[in-house]
Nanobody
Framework: QVRLVESGGGSVQVGGSLRLSCAAS????????MAWFRQAPGKEREFVAG????????FYADSVKGRFTISRDNAKNTVYLQMNSLKSEDTAVYYC??????????????????WGQGSQVTVSS
């Protein structure tokens, strides 16, 4: 079992930056593949970025590639999402997700067993 708590959301203007953090409980964080998803009002939850359990591999949705960076610090049981050059279409609730026992869990939400409560990100012009 792992509990995920996100922080760092908020409001920012177009072109600005935010960094989301996701702190995980438990002693085996380094064995979990992690990812960020987001859900805008009236839309399905979508994959944003994923990172392998060791941090050696990262994956991004085309819509955020080159603007967002996912990273993790296994010593701190934390995964991050650095978001730069934010656009209004990035407005959504962002969720941290975890899946244990695998190097990388992919981009489908159904592959992840553990979820955070969500953090609102609002980008305005």
């Amino acid at each position: 079992q792992v509990r995920l708590v996100e922080s760092g959301g908020g409001s920012v203007q177009v072109g600005g930056s935010l960094r989301l953090s996701c702190a995980a409980s438990g002693r085996t964080f380094s064995s979990y593949a992690m990812a960020w998803f987001r859900q805008a009002p009236g839309k399905e939850r979508e994959f944003v970025a994923g990172i392998s359990s060791t941090g050696g591999s990262t994956f991004y949705a085309d819509s955020v590639k080159g603007r967002f960076t996912i990273s993790r610090d296994n010593a701190k049981n934390t995964v991050y999402l650095q978001m730069n050059s934010l656009k209004s279409e990035d407005t959504a609730v962002y969720y941290c997700a975890a899946q244990g026992g695998t190097y990388y869990a992919g981009s489908r939400a159904s592959r992840y067993d553990y979820w955070g409560q969500g953090s609102q990100v609002t980008v305005s012009s």
